[in-house]
């Protein structure tokens, strides 16, 4: 055991640090059904096509050179183009490459944009409750995280302006489209308002829209950065939840200026996105792929959305809350107030194997006991007969504890 003293960064990210530790064990733990990590289905991972893709294009006569040399730091050419046709052009931003910066991994640019704006002690807005997982990187760049009033329609843009005001904020983080953990989406009023708010105060707007493309009804909605007229939103996307989380890419969306900083930062960080992953993920979308799959992962997200939907109505305590996700990976329950979430959890882990996420931790500003009732269920990493299995295992525990 050495006697090394670290950062004082350390420090501040300690506790969001144990809860993600916890999250991806949890998530990894093949002894597990887990209704916790943010995890594609095995039945929609990209295996069928990439092993043809593979064989064909690592090898010398195809890209291989490309996917094993060191190569542009802004990411591939031809996966910004194919960023810019096939993700953007549908949300109402007309990007050309140039305004692309690809990513190792979508919290990658969180990471980045940090670097490039955040100074210890900056205050950083978000929805509250927000994507956990952030508020850990918001930490580790010693910011301080404020959380904003939020409704069925996601962020309120008022309170926004008034915590913008009186922190003299530095940043806005939203997750506008079904969001993490609420499932909720911004209203397309909003979306322009909190456009308008990053002009009106030079704040930076960032735009984290993951889930973007993963929607099961309802219309498709504009970007907010498809509002900003000033380049003060910054839009953060990835790769892992439309295509493979082991490909630790995503993108992201901003004024020329910004994305060749963020190029800087990129290099001082480690130098360019994976090679290899890049072009195995151009070819897939230059095949033609993304859209025959994103119907299969829509079709099967859709069905355990609904059994876990239906099983909950039919097994949670009398009184308990959910929201109704148009889309994405997750739903937000409210169990009654005197039902502790992380002793359900501890429970349906020990007793059944069955796993989901507390959310009293997922609120900047309070206490977990504040928020012991609130849990965060994902719905596409289990087939619908470990939905249903599990959501009544798990309805019964909720149900005990209740009636105490
Ligand atoms: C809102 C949001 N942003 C970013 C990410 C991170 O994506 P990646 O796994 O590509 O780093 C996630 C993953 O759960 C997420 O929910």
Same mark, same amino acid.
């Given at each position: 055991?050495?006697?090394?003293?670290?950062?004082?960064?350390?420090?501040?990210?300690?506790?969001?640090?144990?809860?993600? =530790?916890?999250l991806f064990?949890n998530m990894t733990d093949p002894?597990m059904k887990s209704f916790g990590g943010g995890a594609p289905a095995r039945s929609v991972l990209?295996?069928?096509?990439?092993?043809?893709?593979?064989?064909?294009?690592?090898?010398? %006569?195809?890209?291989?050179?490309?996917?094993?040399?060191?190569?542009?730091?802004?990411?591939?050419?031809?996966?910004?183009?194919?960023?810019?046709? #096939?993700?953007?052009?549908?949300?109402?931003?007309?990007?050309?490459?140039?305004?692309?910066?690809?990513?190792?991994?979508?919290?990658?640019?969180?990471?980045?944009?940090?670097?490039?704006?955040?100074?210890?002690?900056?205050?950083?807005?978000?929805?509250?409750?927000?994507?956990? #997982?952030?508020?850990?990187?918001?930490?580790? +760049?010693?910011?301080?995280?404020?959380?904003?009033?939020?409704?069925?329609?996601?962020?309120?843009?008022?309170?926004?302006?008034?915590?913008?005001?009186?922190?003299?904020?530095?940043?806005?983080?939203?997750?506008?489209?079904?969001?993490?953990? /609420?499932? =909720?989406?911004?209203?397309?009023?909003?979306?322009?308002?909190?456009?308008?708010?990053?002009?009106?105060?030079?704040?930076?707007?960032?735009?984290?829209?993951?889930?973007?493309?993963v929607?099961?009804?309802?219309?498709?909605?504009?970007?907010?950065?498809?509002?900003?007229?000033?380049?003060?939103?910054?839009?953060?996307?990835?790769?892992s939840k439309?295509?493979a989380p082991? %490909? =630790?890419?995503?993108?992201?969306?901003?004024?020329?200026?910004?994305?060749?900083?963020?190029?800087?930062?990129?290099?001082? /960080?480690?130098?360019?996105?994976?090679?290899?992953?890049?072009?195995?993920?151009?070819?897939? +979308? #230059?095949?033609?792929?993304?859209?025959?799959?994103?119907?299969?992962m829509?079709?099967t997200y859709?069905a355990g959305r609904?059994a876990m939907?239906?099983?909950?109505?039919?097994? +949670?305590?009398?009184?308990?809350?959910?929201?109704?996700?148009?889309?994405g990976y997750y739903v937000?329950?409210? +169990?009654?107030?005197?039902?502790?979430?992380?002793?359900?959890?501890?429970?349906?882990?020990?007793?059944?194997?069955f796993s989901f996420l507390?959310?009293?931790?997922?609120?900047?500003?309070?206490?977990?006991?504040? #928020?012991?009732?609130?849990?965060r269920f994902n719905f596409t990493t289990q087939p619908v007969e470990v939905i249903?299995?599990g959501i009544?295992?798990?309805?019964?525990?909720?149900?005990?504890?209740?009636?105490?």
């Open positions: 055991m050495s006697n090394l003293k670290f950062a004082s960064r350390i420090d501040t990210m300690h506790d969001t640090a144990i809860y993600m =530790r916890g064990d002894n990209p295996m069928p096509y990439m092993e043809k893709i593979a064989s064909e294009v690592l090898s010398d %006569s195809g890209r291989g050179f490309e996917a094993f040399q060191y190569s542009a730091p802004f990411g591939l050419y031809d996966l910004r183009e194919a960023v810019c046709d #096939h993700l953007l052009k549908p949300t109402g931003i007309d990007a050309k490459p140039e305004n692309i910066q690809i990513v190792s991994g979508g919290l990658e640019t969180m990471n980045l944009v940090c670097q490039l704006f955040i100074d210890p002690g900056d205050v950083i807005l978000t929805e509250s409750p927000t994507f956990i #997982h952030v508020t850990d990187t918001f930490k580790m +760049f010693q910011a301080e995280v404020v959380g904003c009033e939020c409704d069925e329609n996601g962020i309120i843009p008022e309170d926004v302006e008034k915590k913008i005001k009186q922190y003299n904020a530095k940043m806005v983080y939203t997750v506008p489209t079904f969001g993490n953990p /609420t499932g =909720r989406t911004l209203s397309v009023d909003r979306r322009k308002k909190l456009a308008e708010l990053g002009s009106k105060y030079n704040v930076v707007i960032l735009e984290d829209d993951p889930y973007r493309d929607r099961y009804s309802g219309e498709v909605l504009p970007a907010i950065r498809s509002f900003d007229k000033t380049g003060n939103t910054i839009m953060a996307c990835s790769f439309i295509f082991g %490909s =630790r890419l995503g993108y992201a969306v901003a004024d020329e200026d910004i994305i060749y900083a963020l190029r800087d930062v990129k290099i001082a /960080t480690n130098s360019q996105p994976p090679g290899i992953s890049e072009v195995l993920t151009a070819e897939f +979308f #230059h095949r033609g792929y993304y859209d025959e799959n994103m119907k299969k829509c079709a859709k609904d939907m239906e099983t909950m109505d039919k097994f +949670f305590p009398k009184g308990f809350k959910r929201t109704t996700p148009d889309g937000w329950v409210e +169990f009654p107030k005197n039902v502790d979430a992380a002793a359900v959890k501890d429970r349906a882990e020990k007793e059944y194997k507390a959310g009293g931790d997922w609120y900047p500003n309070s206490k977990a006991e504040d #928020h012991a009732n609130m849990a249903k299995e009544e295992i798990i309805g019964k525990i909720a149900c005990e504890m209740a009636a105490e």
